[in-house]
């Protein structure tokens, strides 16, 4: 919908034809001027850590369009029990008591590490379908969350399709935590500090430059402690 609206705006005809398009050819693009919309699944995090830490955050230039698939985060975050106000000029999200619920993951995979973390913060449980998809990104990211989790105490019950994840008291990680080269993966388990309210170590964290190369930055002005250590 992204793409075809985008066409659509700059004068090209693109239609449906059954499971595919059809493009006619000889058309010509028109010149406009637009706003690139912000990218809500880089925002989702910040979001979630409002809502993980019972604080507020307002996040700036982001709506809750349903263009962009991961804006479903917004709903998701009410449903576990944050408050979500929008407005013209973006989203402010703020943290309350979290309840377990079921989320789908059908057409939002990349919210799933950043909301695991969550729901283990959620009283009751959290049942998330849909997330076999999760297996075929830049990791696989269900055995990856599921071993970086269990290093805190938290237990994450995978079983097919479908995630498991009750309300837990994380403890301390013995050792650094993999972000299996994932940005998505470095972004979630970057939360885990604000749960243990003491240092996490991120092994290979400069995967995130992916798609957010100033995260670590933005983080820091939340409100978070962030320290780049030297490789040894």
Aim: proline share 7%; aromatic share 4%.
């Amino acid at each position: 919908r992204l793409t075809v609206g985008m066409l659509e705006k700059a004068g090209i005809r693109i239609e449906q034809a059954g499971n595919g398009w059809h493009i006619p050819g000889g058309q010509v693009y028109q010149p406009l001027q637009l706003a690139i919309p912000a990218d809500v699944s880089a925002a989702a995090v910040f979001a979630v850590l409002a809502a993980l830490s019972g604080t507020a955050v307002t996040i700036a230039g982001v709506s809750a369009d349903p263009d962009q698939p991961d804006a479903a985060v917004f709903a998701i975050l009410e449903q576990l029990g944050a408050a979500v106000r929008a407005d013209p000029a973006g989203v402010q999200v703020q943290g309350g008591p979290l309840m377990g619920t079921q989320i789908d993951l059908a057409d939002c995979p990349d919210l799933g590490p950043v909301l695991f973390v969550l729901a283990s913060a959620a009283a009751g449980q959290t049942v998330f379908r849909h997330a076999g998809r999760l297996r075929y990104k830049e990791s696989d990211r269900l055995a990856a969350m599921q071993q970086e989790l269990a290093a805190c105490g938290i237990r994450m019950d995978i079983r097919e399709d479908t995630v498991i994840i009750a309300g837990q008291n994380p403890v301390p990680p013995g050792r650094p935590l993999d972000c299996h080269k994932d940005h998505r993966i470095a972004m979630a388990l970057s939360l885990l500090g604000a749960r243990l309210n003491e240092p996490v170590i991120l092994h290979g964290a400069e995967c995130i430059g992916k798609s957010f190369p100033d995260f670590f930055t933005v983080l820091a002005g939340c409100g978070c402690q962030v320290e780049r250590i030297p490789a040894a």
